[in-house]
């Protein structure tokens, strides 16, 4: 018989710190420093997660209803997929860095990048990828060579109790662990000191995690929600716009902080747009999303309410979906054509299968729109012709983009993700976890040898010569006027030929040269038109 799913259970608060403590201690043995050890506990992180698979998938479905794709795809094989992608790179990226651009004179001190360790740093997931978004970061803070606790979220309680036992049976106990809470358990944590905190999670809570760390002048990484924008223009693919769209909004029943809060349409598309969304709602679950094994449920009755009270807000007109069952946490993928920018759907993010549709006039009314409704959301979806979606990149902010797609940039394991402004700060995942996780550390070694070359720096200066004899090595000389124009060199000169482009110069010397065979071959022919006498 397989294993069962284990109740929700809380750390006890007054083990917290003790834990910690360990977790702490641990650091200074420098046992994680060790890039072997990271490896072979990472592999076996991966073999635990392979090993307890069904348990993730059983967890899954009845935390968020997940079925079987997305739960594989997007949490049990994304994360292996990450184990493998850093073990394969770790020792080439732990590896010493020449630091770039130092001058000659310096270079005899050997100037270089250490990948470091934070310390010890805390992990705080959210609930809607329990696996994804907990070990994810936690793989980049273990490549890092630091010791870590995980707080999964308490909302997904089985998920976070499956992670709790993979850590357990494959992860060293004294380096990386798992507290399990809420509210309480969370003011324990955030009263130590940690060297890093990586938090996953909506902006109210991302703020007290920011004021708790600020005392410590610990650095955190906030990966954050947002009212994200899609735009379709008339020049756009309309059903492909649809459908792509349906995809990134039906995902986890649209618990996703990257998928489109709402849809900017033209006006003169807007009802093809919606004819097309009805399509491939029958085209996705033939028997409806509530039939459908695919169609993934509210994580609980707060979150239901919740998406409920904004779909009952709304002054728009749902032309699909609509349906709710509280007992089931069932919310229907719902179109609603909406025509106020205050709507009820436009204010919050819904973070559900909502997918309110707006129409406008023209691509400047959309982007106006979107900037207004969010200054800097996770991210931009926009289609249309090429000049038209670089107008709405060239226009708007947000943590990523995907043109022609929604959320397609989210998908990429090996992209680095993050927010920007209030949807976030900091990045992750592939090497940008890693990163995050290190510090990059200058270092220098001055050899004995050089002493006599650098007495200039020692004082007494006044007096002395040493500042010219300093400057001669060490400063450099303006290229540029007092205009801020650049000023040509006479080597550069000599190569772009006055043009201040090797490009350009290239160019001017083939013209030249041409000109000089033409006038070559003109005085050739008056020479042998004069032999002839043909003048
Ligand atoms: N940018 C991203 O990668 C990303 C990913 C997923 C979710 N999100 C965002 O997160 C939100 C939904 O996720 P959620 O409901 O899990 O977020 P949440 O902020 O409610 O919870 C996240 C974590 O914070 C902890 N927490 C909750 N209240 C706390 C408090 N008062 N003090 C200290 N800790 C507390 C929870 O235990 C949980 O582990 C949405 O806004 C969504 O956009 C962002
Ligand atoms: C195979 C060939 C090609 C390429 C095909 C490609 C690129 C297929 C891609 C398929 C995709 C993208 C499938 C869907 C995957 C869904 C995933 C991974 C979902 C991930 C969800 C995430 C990360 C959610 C995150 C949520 C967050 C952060 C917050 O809530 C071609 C086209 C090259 C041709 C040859 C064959």
Redesign the pocket.
């Known amino acids: 018989m397989g294993a069962e799913l284990l109740e929700f259970k809380t750390t006890p608060v007054g083990e917290i710190n003790s834990t910690v403590e360990r977790i702490r201690q641990t650091f200074w043995t420098a046992k994680t420093r060790n890039v072997q050890f990271r490896i072979k506990q990472l592999r076996k992180l991966y073999w635990a997660i392979e090993d307890n698979k069904q348990l993730i998938l059983d967890a899954c479905k009845k935390d968020l209803g997940k079925g079987f794709f997305e739960t594989m795809i997007a949490e049990i094989a994304w994360v292996q997929n990450d184990i493998i992608y850093v073990t394969n790179n770790l020792a080439k990226w732990c590896k010493d860095e020449s630091a770039p651009d130092i001058s000659l004179a310096n270079k005899f001190m050997r100037p270089k990048i250490r990948k470091d360790p934070l310390g010890m740093v805390l992990v705080?997931?959210?609930?809607?990828?329990p696996l994804q978004?907990s070990f994810g970061p936690m793989v980049g803070a273990i490549s890092g060579g630091n010791t870590v606790i995980l707080?999964?979220?308490?909302?997904?309680p089985r998920s976070a109790m499956v992670m709790q036992k993979i850590m357990q049976e494959s992860l060293d106990p004294d380096c990386y662990t798992c507290i399990q809470?809420?509210?309480p358990?969370?003011?324990v944590?955030?009263e130590e000191k940690w060297d890093k905190i990586f938090?996953?999670?909506?902006?109210?809570?991302?703020k007290?995690?920011t004021k708790?760390a600020a005392p410590h002048l610990t650095p955190v990484v906030?990966?954050?929600?947002?009212r994200n924008p899609a735009i379709v223009t008339r020049k756009a693919d309309v059903a492909l716009a649809a459908r792509r769209l349906l995809w990134a909004k039906t995902m986890n029943a649209g618990?996703?902080?990257?998928s489109h809060n709402y849809t900017l349409v033209d006006k003169e598309v807007l009802d093809q747009f919606v004819e097309e969304l009805k399509r491939g709602l029958t085209e996705f679950f033939p028997k409806g999303a509530k039939a459908s094994e695919d169609y993934g449920r509210m994580?609980n009755t707060g979150?239901f309410n919740r998406v409920k009270k904004m779909l009952d807000g709304t002054t728009g007109k749902i032309v699909a979906g609509g349906t709710v069952d509280a007992e089931d946490l069932f919310i229907e993928p719902t179109v609603i054509v909406i025509t106020d920018t205050e709507d009820s759907l436009m204010r919050d993010?819904s973070?559900g299968p909502l997918m309110p549709v707006l129409g406008v006039d023209n691509l400047d009314q959309a982007i106006h729109i979107a900037n207004k409704t969010h200054e800097t959301p996770?991210g931009v979806y926009a289609f249309g012709s090429k000049d038209e979606t670089d107008k709405v990149l060239a226009s708007t902010r947000s943590?990523g983009a995907s043109i022609n797609d929604g959320m397609f940039h989210?998908t990429i394991g090996t992209l680095a993700?993050?927010?920007v402004g209030d949807?976030?700060s900091g990045s992750y995942r592939g090497k940008a976890s890693f990163d995050t996780f290190v510090h990059h550390r200058s270092i220098t070694h001055t050899p004995g040898w050089i002493e006599s070359m650098l007495k200039a720096r020692y004082p007494p200066f006044a007096g002395t010569n040493k500042y010219g004899q300093l400057s001669k090595m060490l400063l450099q000389k303006p290229n540029f006027d007092r205009e801020g124009n650049q000023k040509l060199g006479w080597i550069t000169w000599i190569f772009t030929l006055g043009t201040g482009g090797y490009f350009r110069g290239a160019s001017r010397a083939l013209i030249l040269a041409g000109m000089a065979v033409l006038i070559r071959v003109l005085m050739d022919r008056r020479t042998m038109n004069g032999i002839l006498g043909k003048d």
Do not use: D, W, Y
Request: include cysteine; charged fraction near 10%; proline fraction near 2%.
């Open positions: 705080i997931g959210a609930f809607n990828f978004l707080k999964p979220s308490e909302n997904s809470g809420s509210i358990e969370m003011k944590l955030l938090f996953t999670g909506s902006a109210t809570v991302g007290i995690i708790a906030l990966e954050l929600g947002g618990q996703v902080c990257i994580v979150s993010e973070f996770l943590g989210g993700f993050g927010g949807s976030g």
